[in-house]
């Protein structure tokens, strides 16, 4: 689309996506900084008796994306069946299991993906070494040692349908319902509800920079928008390699990401170093970002990559792998608080 305005036919697209992916990526840092946008946070901080405002902000983030990414679709300039979301069969089985996965990990790390990038930007250590460790086990399971277990579980587990693994119209009806529901319950601050709509127009941006803007119609690219799974291992893969690779949209939106979580930190004077407090800390949160780099790749993505860019297709795959994660961090959160308690009690 570029190509078509005059002054732009000579533009290589492939070179502008990286530039397209910081840009998004800074815009995202910032709010995400600034708001202390997470799903964990929204999932630890509800009760029985009321919802996380948290919570409202992430389901305002998914409602615009919605609304954003199938007006896109509802124009002819996106067609999300020619997206990884969208297929034959359904990859049951790695969906729950990786969504479990990931969820029982950011509450382990005390952060998703996303949330400890900008915590990285911010001069927390311990984020930093989860966000290493979450990169290398992601890449290991997508093109490493762990991708043949991956594939084989993947195939084997996988659920073949009749038709396209599309939400019908009633099952999306109800996912919005039930999105506006959440918001109304929750109780969302102004603010918060503000950087929720934000951080779902960024996720149309990148459908549509990615899709329409930066579309090569002689060079065919995949359309995509934010994901820190891919995004993380694709910065890894770069940073080791960049030499024998070109950069991609994934790893710009990383490098993006740092760079506008430490301006808003900065601006914000929130800059601090922060490190582990004891071994058995340092284990727990290791352990946690094996089972996100795992996970995250096994469910499609994470909170962000499989959350609110996957579901902003309404296709059914990313709605199962964003049930699975929350229901993975409830119960790693019940399970860290019992024996929590229990500990207290002993200690009495």
Not at 148 to 154: I, K, W
Not at 169 to 197: D, K, Y
């Amino acid at each position: 689309m570029l190509t078509e305005f005059a002054g732009f036919e000579d533009i290589d697209l492939a070179s502008v996506l990286p530039l397209a992916g910081i840009v998004l990526g800074v815009l995202f840092g910032i709010v995400a900084q600034a708001s202390r946008f997470c799903l964990r946070t929204a999932v630890v901080g509800t009760t029985r008796d009321a919802l996380s405002p948290m919570a409202g902000a992430y389901a305002l983030a998914l409602l615009a994306a919605i609304i954003g990414a199938q007006g896109l679709q509802s124009f002819g300039l996106l067609d999300f069946s020619e997206t990884r979301f969208v297929g034959d069969s359904l990859p049951l089985g790695a969906l729950v299991l990786g969504g479990l996965m990931f969820g029982a990990g950011m509450v382990l790390t005390r952060g998703c993906a996303s949330r400890l990038t900008v915590l990285s930007a911010q001069g927390n250590l311990r984020a930093v070494l989860v966000v290493v460790m979450f990169a290398i086990t992601a890449y290991a399971t997508l093109r490493g040692v762990l991708a043949g277990l991956r594939v084989g579980f993947t195939d084997a587990t996988a659920v073949a349908l009749d038709g396209s693994s599309l939400l019908p119209i009633a099952g999306s009806a109800a996912l919005i319902a039930l999105l506006a529901l959440v918001i109304w319950r929750s109780r969302v601050s102004a603010g918060l509800a503000l950087a929720g709509v934000a951080i779902g127009l960024l996720i149309v941006g990148g459908w549509f920079a990615t899709g329409v803007l930066l579309l090569d119609e002689f060079d065919p690219r995949e359309a995509q928008s934010l994901a820190f799974t891919a995004g993380a291992s694709e910065g890894l893969f770069y940073t080791m390699a960049s030499t024998a690779l070109e950069p991609g949209f994934a790893g710009g939106i990383m490098g993006g990401v740092l760079l506008g979580a430490f301006a808003s930190a900065l601006l914000r004077r929130e800059l601090r170093l922060e490190s582990f407090e004891s071994p058995e800390q340092t284990l727990r949160y290791l352990a946690g970002a094996v089972l996100m780099g795992i996970g995250g790749v096994l469910a499609g993505g994470c909170t962000v990559g499989a959350g609110l860019t996957g579901l902003s297709t309404l296709a059914l795959g990313p709605l199962v792998a964003l049930v699975a994660i929350i229901a993975g961090a409830a119960t790693a959160h019940m399970a860290l608080t019992r024996d929590e308690a229990v500990a207290v009690m002993a200690a009495e």
